[in-house]
């Protein structure tokens, strides 16, 4: 890892000062703190306080692995250029065929995964995630679901996170995708994207 503000790296830093910039943000793990309860993962105060003093100076985007839906409560409040759910597809095309393959994909997830303690398959409507923060035998847990979506013929693709497996609708957009979508949307030279997990490293 490599710090950012090193003399290495002025010449980039002025780059980005004077070109047309869009920031962009993960939500869990980057804007809010990863809690045990996914339900009340918020940004704290001063958190959301510099994204409001960001929002005032340059086009800021959130792009989550959460749906569109979740993320706009948690960010409400923020002139935020655009938010992005479940990494990268939210809103976009094809939302009806990938809601019915998550349909049809999850009460097979479902069965599969019951006999697991501290498992639990959310339901974003266009993407699945399988969660075992909760799990004791964790790798036991883990080892069990890859070998799970490996034996399947399910057109998805697996991307692991931190203690979760998310299961996403194979040729949907990534972030990445989505991110350079938003740079020719709102006519930006830069972007500056800051997330913690597996899925950020599509952008």
């Not at 005032?56 to 979740?70: F, H, K, W």
């Not at 999850?106 to 303690?117: D, G």
């Not at 990445?176 to 952008?203: H, I, K, N, S």
Request: aromatic share 6%.
């Amino acid at each position: 890892m490599q710090y950012l503000f090193s003399k290495a790296n002025h010449s980039l830093i002025a780059q980005i000062a004077w070109s047309k910039v869009l920031l962009a943000f993960d939500y869990d793990g980057t804007l809010a703190p990863i809690v045990e309860d996914r339900g009340a993962a918020q940004m704290r105060p001063r958190t959301w306080r510099l994204m409001r003093e960001l929002c005032d100076l340059y086009p800021c985007a959130v792009v989550s692995g959460r749906s569109v839906r979740d993320v706009r409560k948690r960010v409400e409040g923020l002139p935020l250029a655009a938010v992005v759910g479940n990494h990268g597809l939210e809103p976009g095309g094809r939302l009806q065929e990938y809601r019915t393959l998550v349909s049809q994909i999850r009460p097979a997830l479902v069965e599969s995964l019951s006999r697991f303690q501290g498992v639990e398959v959310e339901d974003k409507t266009y993407s699945l995630a399988i969660h075992y923060r909760r799990a004791r035998a964790k790798r036991v847990v883990r080892s069990a679901i890859r070998e799970l979506l490996s034996a399947t013929t399910w057109p998805m693709r697996i991307v692991p996170g931190k203690l979760v497996v998310n299961v996403v609708p194979q040729g949907a957009p990534h972030k990445g995708q989505a991110v350079e979508r938003l740079r020719r949307a709102l006519g930006v030279d830069t972007v500056f994207f800051v997330g913690d997990d597996v899925t950020d490293e599509d952008v």
